[in-house]
């Protein structure tokens, strides 16, 4: 079976530039996470999906942070315009039916932003 | 709000070693908890798992136990290999309405030596 996967894995773009990051869950997987991984810090939830429906983007910076499911499968998350704290790695996860799971993590898309 | 705390390293560690990290958490009601482990340049891992007080995971030759009355769930190996070289994040589950998302530590970097 295959992995989450995510691209593209690294990416350097310079401040108030946009980024767009890709996620392809675990096939037949309903739920989809988003994280951030700071440096020197545990990962946190920026937005969780149920199929193609929002279920918490409470910790998501709305003002320049936006992330879509089409079609309940692919999501892609966007940043813009980037700001030199945006700099972390972008983790997605997913998870079988309610979320209830265990979630499954991809490899992560790491971003520095100059 | 719900948190976990695990400590600091690195922790470095002579080949078959024992392995001890600390994990206490803060929550409300009877979260699930978990150690997750990220290889160098991979994603996260669920390494094990407890949903409820008492309970052991076990994977690996690693093991933790829910201790409700010390709200506790340290890592333990009884001898380390040089593979296991990792870092390590405690987390905790939090249930709120339709949400599922994973609250992390910061992270236990081990670093084992030949």
């Known amino acids: 079976e295959a992995g989450v996967a995510q691209s593209p894995r690294y990416k350097i773009i310079e401040k108030r530039q946009s980024v767009a990051f890709w996620c392809n869950p675990i096939?037949?997987?309903?739920?989809l996470y988003w994280y951030q991984q700071i440096l020197g810090q545990g990962p946190k939830l920026l937005i969780q999906?149920?199929?193609?429906?929002?279920?918490?983007d409470s910790q998501l910076p709305k003002d320049r942070f936006s992330a879509e499911r089409l079609k309940g499968v692919d999501s892609t998350l966007k940043i813009q315009p980037a700001k030199l704290e945006d700099s972390a790695v972008y983790l997605c996860?997913?998870?079988?039916?309610?979320?209830?799971?265990?979630?499954?993590f991809g490899p992560g898309t790491r971003l520095l932003v100059l | 709000g719900n948190s976990v705390t695990q400590m600091e390293g690195p922790v470095t560690l002579s080949e078959e070693a024992f392995l001890t990290i600390n994990c206490t958490y803060t929550?409300?009601?009877?979260?699930?908890l978990f150690w997750y482990v990220q290889y160098p340049g991979e994603g996260l891992q669920l390494l094990l798992k407890?949903?409820?007080?008492?309970d052991k995971g076990s994977n690996k030759g690693f093991e933790a136990t829910y201790r409700k009355e010390t709200t506790s769930f340290h890592l333990e190996k009884g001898s380390v290999q040089v593979s296991d070289s990792a870092v390590y994040f405690c987390?905790?589950?939090?249930?709120?309405?339709?949400?599922?998302?994973?609250?992390f530590g910061t992270g236990t970097l081990l670093a084992v030596q030949p």
């Open positions: 096939s037949g997987h309903a739920t």
């Open positions: 929550a409300t009601g009877y979260p699930s």
């Open positions: 407890a949903t409820k007080a008492d």
């Open positions: 999906f149920q199929n193609n429906g929002v279920v918490d």
């Open positions: 987390a905790l589950r939090d249930y709120g309405g339709a949400t599922n998302k994973l609250i």
């Open positions: 996860a997913s998870s079988p039916g309610t979320g209830m799971e265990t979630q499954y």
